[in-house]
């Protein structure tokens, strides 16, 4: 069985493709491979942050893209939050919001 991406939201899926061309390409290469071998592509593709979330380090000339995924029964990775990096630490707000969503997604797939 092969692995699915899906979209915490149809919102979200329009944020990802509104990202700078540079990063939004290098997102758009990263999740193609994850299809085919799955969620983590290790570092510097991916990072797991703990709980069940992980993120992509997308980077480009435009800067540094992040989204944050985690993955549920039936071999889905779950896109749950994206935003380009301004500063050297992830910010808390952006990590909340995702590890907000992660719970909520769980919570239905259990």
């Known amino acids: 069985m092969a692995w699915r ?7 979200l899926q329009k944020e990802i493709l509104a990202l700078p061309a540079g990063i939004q390409a290098r997102f758009l290469r990263l999740t193609e491979r994850m299809l085919v071998i799955g969620p983590d592509l290790g570092m510097p593709h991916t990072r797991a942050l ?3 979330l992980f993120e992509i380090r997308a980077k480009s000339i435009e800067g540094i893209g992040r989204a944050f995924y985690c993955t549920l029964t039936g071999q889905r990775i779950v896109m749950l939050h994206c935003f380009v990096k301004k ?10 919001l995702a590890q907000q969503r ?8 259990a």
């Open 50 to 52: 703990g709980g069940g």
């Open 87 to 96: 500063s050297e630490a992830t910010p808390l707000r952006e990590l909340r």
């Open 102 to 109: 992660m719970k909520e997604m769980k919570n239905a797939d």
């Open 5 to 11: 991406i899906v979209y915490y939201a149809a919102s």
